[in-house]
């Protein structure tokens, strides 16, 4: 079992991001989730982390697969969300909240290489999941914080723990 989750809040062409205020990736753009809390399934934790952190309540989020990486600064993994809600849901950003900044950012915008203030495997994962390549384990291989390697396999019946043995 992973021990984090993340989800993408999509409106038309723009995905609710979080500045973050604490570490890890504190002060960088990124999906809104969080740590996964006692016997709680990665479903109940995107949920009610969404909202601590939006307000927003997801009704369905698709869950999309798993982001996992193996790092010299340990290992660890997170199930991938991704909720698309409707132009008229009104959340007005930037908003300031006790976990950071809130703000619609353009899809763009956040998967340009150039830009470097989102998190970095972003740009590596999330173009697959908008584009419906789901059920996927993107793989990541880091140094001291820079990715040396990205790879994705196929979910079936492969399982998390043989996902780190191969990295």
């Not at 504190?26 to 934790?45: C, D």
């Not at 199930?79 to 809600?85: D, F, T």
């Not at 584009?131 to 001291?144: A, M, P, R, S, T």
Request: charged content about 25%; glycine content about 8%; some cysteine.
């Amino acid at each position: 079992m992973l021990n984090y989750t993340i989800c993408f809040i999509k409106k038309d062409k723009e995905i609710l991001l979080l500045n973050r205020n604490k570490k890890p990736n504190m002060g960088m753009w990124n999906g809104v989730g969080g740590k996964i809390e006692g016997s709680e399934s990665h479903l109940e934790s995107i949920i009610r982390e969404t909202y601590e952190e939006t307000g927003i309540i997801l009704n369905n989020p698709l869950y999309v697969g798993n982001v996992v990486w193996k790092s010299n600064n340990g290992d660890g993994g997170m199930y991938v969300y991704l909720s698309e809600i409707p132009d008229r849901s009104d959340v007005q950003t930037p908003l300031s909240t006790l976990e950071g900044i809130l703000d619609w950012k353009n899809i763009d915008w956040i998967l340009d290489f150039e830009n470097k203030g989102v998190v970095s495997n972003i740009k590596h994962y999330l173009p697959k999941v908008l584009n419906g390549e789901i059920d996927l384990i993107h793989q990541f291989v880091y140094k001291d914080g820079l990715i040396l390697e990205y790879s994705t396999t196929k979910f079936n019946e492969y399982s998390i723990s043989e996902s780190f043995q191969q990295l």
